[in-house]
């Protein structure tokens, strides 16, 4: 992304491009991830399960963020945050009708 010099009166939106497109999302529990690190974790959830498919599918990105309760099972829209991080599949295993992950963060 290119920064420019941000001008009296001139937004610091202006500066960005920005851009805009649909992610497979799985809200994450009890941990984060940032960008430019990878993070090992289990997906139970069949939700989070036809997420990820998709993006392997597709092999997309997948946009991961962090449920607000971690407790709660079936989470709305309301109940995680909107900002987190795109991450890359790296690698996927299966065991007991469970995904393990290993996922590398790329960007916020």
């Known amino acids: 992304m290119e920064k420019k010099p941000v001008h009296e009166g001139e937004s610091m939106?202006?500066?960005?491009?920005i851009e805009r497109r649909s992610l497979p999302l799985i809200p994450i529990r009890g941990i984060g991830i940032f960008p430019n690190t990878v993070l090992h974790f289990d997906i139970?959830?069949?939700?989070?399960?036809n997420a990820l498919e998709e993006a392997m599918l597709e092999d997309s990105d997948i946009f991961l963020t962090v449920q607000k309760?971690?407790?709660l099972e079936s989470p709305g829209e309301n109940d995680f945050y909107e900002i987190g991080v795109i991450c890359k599949?790296?690698?996927?295993?299966?065991?007991?009708?469970r995904q393990y992950k290993s996922i590398g963060g790329r960007q916020k």
Do not use: C, P, W
């Open 69 to 71: 309760v971690a407790d």
């Open 44 to 49: 139970g959830r069949e939700k989070s399960i």
């Open 89 to 97: 599949n790296q690698t996927n295993d299966k065991n007991a009708g």
């Open 13 to 17: 939106i202006n500066n960005y491009k």
